[in-house]
């Protein structure tokens, strides 16, 4: 099992519909769990990091699931800027500066 | 406020030319890091460095040289590019190895 794995889409979403995608991770130890996007042809930033009582930041959601080992991302809402590559980025080496894995993304389209 | 910088952002090469990636970063950062995406691939880590005179190795090492003088720059060389070593490389800093990265706009480096 891969360490980190995402479903890479792509989605298609009508705007204004509400958008949720998952990430899975294989080590049990993993502590930290991070959403970034990726633009095309651009560098990846940090959306949001995920905390173990999920986190809310405007029209996004993340959740953590450590019993099944997914993090969730949800968008409500969706906006045609929201057209991007999310990325999983989860640290499976106990917080050192080499732990962290990223997920090949899932690319989301936000269709007029 | 420029973040990090990398140099140059494209570059085209013949097998077995040398080159070198600059990455500068002005936040004052330990941790500083070199990335390299392909497609179909999540960003996998080549070196890193934690703190100025320190580098380690990544996940695909070979191949590459780093080196970090000065705290504020890190430098990935290639001494003898392959095909396979086209890629789109990042550059990333952070103030802790498990914190929010902060990524370089990425160089486009081909090898013919």
């Known amino acids: 099992r891969k360490e980190v794995e995402q479903d890479p889409g792509p989605f298609n979403v009508p705007e204004g519909a509400t958008v949720a995608f998952n990430c899975t991770y294989s080590?049990?130890?993993?502590?930290?769990f991070f959403w970034y996007r990726q633009d095309c042809r651009k560098e990846p930033k940090l959306l949001m990091s995920?905390?173990?009582s999920g986190n809310e930041d405007g029209r996004f959601t993340a959740q953590l699931n450590r019993a099944s080992q997914y993090i969730s991302l949800l968008i409500r809402d969706s906006k045609l800027s929201d057209s991007a590559t999310y990325l999983c980025?989860?640290?499976?080496?106990?917080?050192?500066?080499?732990?962290?894995?990223f997920g090949k993304g899932t690319h989301l389209i936000i269709q007029p | 406020n420029a973040g990090v910088t990398q140099t140059p952002k494209f570059r085209v090469l013949k097998t077995g030319q040398s080159m070198t990636l600059l990455c500068a970063q002005d936040?004052?950062?330990?941790?500083m890091y070199w990335y390299r995406q392909d497609p179909g691939m999540g960003l996998r880590l080549i070196h890193y460095?934690?703190?100025?005179?320190?580098?380690a190795k990544g996940e695909v090492p070979d191949g590459y040289n780093v080196s970090r003088l000065k705290k504020q720059n890190f430098l990935l060389g290639l001494e003898s590019a392959a095909p396979s070593q086209t890629s789109v490389y990042f550059c990333?800093?952070?103030?802790?190895?498990?914190?929010?990265?902060?990524f370089g706009e990425g160089s486009r480096l081909t090898v013919l």
């Open positions: 980025v989860v640290n499976s080496r106990g917080g050192g500066a080499d732990g962290l894995t």
């Open positions: 080590n049990s130890a993993s502590q930290s």
């Open positions: 995920v905390y173990s």
């Open positions: 936040m004052n950062h330990e941790y």
């Open positions: 460095s934690v703190g100025e005179g320190t580098t």
């Open positions: 990333a800093s952070n103030a802790a190895g498990d914190g929010e990265l902060f």
